[in-house]
């Protein structure tokens, strides 16, 4: 992130721009951009930049939805708060003039963290308007209420918002020790005790079977525990396969319940062993079936770096909001809520991306580059995308069938994750804050 601070002006901003040119689906009222819909501080902020801000919020959803082959048809007009009866498209707008807010009091506070928009950034800030405006038509220009000089403001404030991230997170505390960070490396097979068919339990001779499988699995391995467990599982059954995984080794009475998607008897087995060991029993759990388990590494290298740079990104995401929260709470902030509530995001009135001619002159960004960075991000702070995403790490195992029914793992649990709008969103060099995620980019 901090190679991308380096950025000049024309290359961080014309990631927003380049993806293509936003075309309108016209059924709401025109807009006067000109209003002002809040002042920050004293200063006044036009509709035309909030505007702009919720309707490539709208477009790159909608775009993210499309791209996990998800329906965009009803997105915004359905009710994120039964109290208020608020849908997600009011949320999207209420987080686009907050984030616009915040995007002035941080112009305001770039000095005190050396932050400046040269002379040059303001030449590239003023091409990469015109041809905004050049790219879009009248009527897509119309239905945004924005004129030249307020998507000039809007990336003047994104550069300043871009380049202060790192500063801003630079004084969170990201000295994380070893013992916080460990994790302990497993391989595992699970023979599961779901009926075939999802509707009928297994019958107690059936159980009896799949127990019996099992207890071979584990002699099988006991005999060589350091072969492939992957081969010595398909000797006895084919449809068997081993997995590996890793867990958190140390946790904290907190983090004991929310530690790992495997059973309980699982993770306590395994706690037991020393590396390369195999537990002595088949361990049955209530729901997941039974399990054949081996202790890789109690203290695995790699896994235990990934899960220090997902600390150290969720402290830096939390310093920032944190942060940042502070500033909005402290500023004297007005809003003109009639004018607010003429903007309006629904599913009748759509905003998308279209295709753009690719220039050989210009080092940009295709919308699918845009995408796949920006979910990137998003996987980065999740303990992603994880959850576990883990930080850079939303790996999702491509299961055998039998792995899918044993719903045990954090990737097959993330992968039927439903897209769901929320109310605020952070910075990334890349792309422009979008309503889907609040991540830290």
Request: hydrophobic share 35%; net charge negative; proline share 2%.
């Given at each position: ?5 380096k950025?000049t002006a024309?290359?961080s901003?014309a990631?927003?721009?380049?993806a293509?040119?936003l075309?309108?689906?016209?059924g ?17 902020i036009p509709l035309?930049v ?8 709208q ?5 993210m ?10 997105i915004?007009d359905?009710?994120a708060?039964?109290?208020?009866g608020e849908?997600?498209g ?7 003039l ?12 770039a000095a005190?963290?050396?932050?400046e928009?040269?002379?040059e ?12 405006m ?11 209420a ?19 991230y ?8 990201t000295?994380?020790?070893d013992?916080e960070?460990?994790k ?11 009926s075939?068919?999802?509707?009928e ?6 159980l ?8 071979q699995?584990?002699d099988a391995?006991?005999?060589?525990p350091?072969a492939?467990?992957?081969?010595t599982?398909?000797?006895i059954?084919?449809?068997?396969s ?12 907190d ?10 008897e699982?993770i ?14 088949v361990?049955e ?11 890789d ?11 220090r740079?997902?600390?150290?990104s ?12 502070q500033w ?5 902030i007005?809003?003109e809520?009639?004018v607010?509530?003429t ?12 295709a753009?001619e690719?220039?050989?002159?210009e080092?940009?960004?295709?919308e699918e580059?845009?995408?796949a ?8 702070d ?10 850079a790490?939303?790996t ?16 097959a ?8 709008p929320t109310?605020k969103?952070?910075p ?14």
């Amino acid at each position: 992130m901090k190679k991308l601070m380096k950025r000049t002006a024309a290359a961080s901003l014309a990631g927003i721009l380049a993806a293509g040119m936003l075309a309108g689906c016209g059924g709401e009222k025109k807009l006067d951009g000109t209003k002002t819909v809040a002042t920050v501080d004293g200063t006044e902020i036009p509709l035309g930049v909030v505007s702009l801000m919720a309707r490539q919020q709208q477009a790159y959803t909608e775009s993210m939805y499309a791209s996990f082959g998800m329906s965009t048809g009803n997105i915004w007009d359905t009710e994120a708060d039964s109290e208020t009866g608020e849908t997600y498209g009011d949320q999207a707008v209420s987080s686009s003039l907050e984030q616009v807010e915040l995007m002035y009091i941080m112009k305001t506070k770039a000095a005190d963290y050396g932050v400046e928009v040269t002379e040059e950034d303001q030449k590239a800030i003023e091409e990469a308007a015109a041809q905004f405006m050049e790219d879009n038509s009248e009527e897509v220009l119309a239905e945004l209420a924005v004129n030249e000089d307020q998507v000039k403001t809007f990336l003047e404030l994104q550069t300043y918002q871009t380049r202060m991230y790192d500063l801003i997170v630079a004084d969170a505390d990201t000295e994380v020790s070893d013992e916080e960070a460990q994790k302990s490396s497993f391989t595992y097979v699970q023979v599961s005790t779901s009926s075939t068919d999802g509707e009928e339990e297994l019958t107690e001779e059936e159980l009896a079977e799949k127990k019996d499988l099992a207890q071979q699995v584990l002699d099988a391995v006991k005999e060589d525990p350091e072969a492939d467990m992957s081969e010595t599982v398909k000797a006895i059954d084919d449809s068997l396969s081993a997995l590996s995984d890793s867990f958190k080794t140390n946790v904290s009475e907190d983090e004991e319940e929310a530690s790992s998607s495997y059973p309980d008897e699982v993770i306590e087995a395994l706690r037991t062993l020393e590396d390369g060991e195999v537990y002595d029993e088949v361990i049955e759990t209530e729901e997941n079936g039974y399990y054949v388990v081996r202790l890789d590494k109690v203290f695995d290298e790699d896994a235990t770096e990934t899960e220090r740079e997902s600390i150290i990104s969720q402290r830096e995401q939390d310093f920032y909001t944190e942060t940042t929260d502070q500033w909005l709470a402290d500023a004297d902030i007005q809003v003109e809520e009639k004018v607010l509530k003429t903007l309006k995001i629904t599913d009748s009135h759509s905003f998308t991306y279209a295709a753009e001619e690719e220039s050989e002159d210009e080092e940009v960004q295709t919308e699918e580059e845009i995408d796949a960075e920006a979910a990137e991000e998003i996987a980065e702070d999740a303990e992603i995308i994880d959850e576990e995403a883990d930080d850079a790490d939303l790996t999702e195992v491509e299961a055998t069938e039998e792995e899918t029914e044993a719903e045990d793992t954090e990737e097959a649990e993330t992968a039927g994750a439903e897209v769901t709008p929320t109310e605020k969103a952070e910075p990334t060099a890349t792309a422009s804050p979008t309503p889907t995620e609040k991540a830290a980019k």
